[in-house]
């Protein structure tokens, strides 16, 4: 049976942990899948930080865009994250917000069209103040409208306060 699950919160307020643990009591081999692109060598040690944390129960898949090309039909599979997702198609098609949101959109639904539970994490980045930055705001204002499309497709939505999972929709 499908089930989407989407883990939300700001910067670290346990999300990663959160989901981890949360796969792995559905699973016992999970997948992971890595989202992101190395940027610099502080992000490097984060990417190791976050590897060094799972065993050898998971199943680590690193895929920048494209997750559909992945066959995750009844498993668990947890999507680290969709923020850095969303990134990866915003500086490939130049920040152009329509053919991102397109992109986006059709990429998470040809994915979760398969018959798995999904659980994906994100960050809450426009909880702050409106930026004085342009392509800052651009980017807030995408994972806004991502975020509210995987949450509306989503069975469930766990907000993660402090370390704290605050169940959103249930």
């Known amino acids: 049976m499908k089930r989407i699950i989407l883990i939300t919160g700001g910067s670290r307020s346990g999300k990663s942990t959160y989901a981890e643990r949360l796969a792995l009591s559905l699973s016992s081999h999970p997948i992971y899948m890595a989202t992101s692109r190395i940027w610099d060598e502080d992000f490097r040690e984060r990417v ?21 090309r992945h066959d995750v039909a009844g498993r668990v599979v947890l999507i680290d994250c969709v923020t850095l997702w969303c990134t990866n198609f915003f500086f490939d098609l130049q920040s152009d917000i329509d053919p991102v949101l397109e992109a986006v959109r059709g990429e998470f639904d040809a994915f979760t069209r398969q018959e798995a539970t999904f659980i994906f994490v994100t960050n809450e980045i426009g909880m702050g103040g409106t930026s004085d930055n342009e392509l800052q705001r651009k980017f807030t204002d995408l994972l806004g409208w991502v975020n509210q499309y995987i949450a509306q497709r989503a069975d469930e939505v766990i907000l993660m306060v402090s370390g704290i999972p605050m169940a959103i929709k249930k």
Request: hydrophobic content about 15%; overall charge neutral.
């Open 48 to 68: 190791r930080r976050h590897q060094e944390r799972r065993g050898p129960e998971w199943t680590n898949v690193e895929e920048e865009k494209c997750l559909s």
